[in-house]
Nanobody, 116 residues
Framework: QVQLVESGGGLVQAGGSLRLSCAASGNILSINSMGWYRQTPGKQRDMVAVISSRGSRNYADSVKGRFTISRDDAKNTVYLEMNSLKPDDTAIYSC??????????WGQGTQVPVSS
């Protein structure tokens, strides 16, 4: 079992910055990769950024150059640094961990409203 707890969401103005954190606990050794996804009402949940256990990163085209995913292994925490935020970035952001045996864990989600 892996538990994920997100923090750092909140209202931000367009052009501003925000950093999300996702702290993992439990069976940390079972985590293969971690990432951030986002969802708006009526739409599917989309990948924003993923970082593998070896440190390779993958970003959605819409956030490349503006968002940065990183991790602190000593704290079992993954971060999403979001810069130059746009109203289109408004969503509920959820932390995900891909585990061994094709399992997955999700955080509770944190809201990020971006005002114009």
């Amino acid at each position: 079992q892996v538990q994920l707890v997100e923090s750092g969401g909140g209202l931000v103005q367009a052009g501003g910055s925000l950093r999300l954190s996702c702290a993992a606990s439990g069976n940390i050794l079972s985590i293969n990769s971690m990432g951030w996804y986002r969802q708006t009402p009526g739409k599917q949940r989309d990948m924003v950024a993923v970082i593998s256990s070896r440190g390779s990163r993958n970003y959605a085209d819409s956030v490349k150059g503006r968002f940065t995913i990183s991790r602190d292994d000593a704290k079992n925490t993954v971060y999403l640094e979001m810069n130059s935020l746009k109203p289109d970035d408004t969503a509920i952001y959820s932390c995900n961990a891909q585990l061994s045996w094709a399992r997955a864990a999700w955080g509770q989600g944190t809201q990020v409203p971006v005002s114009s």
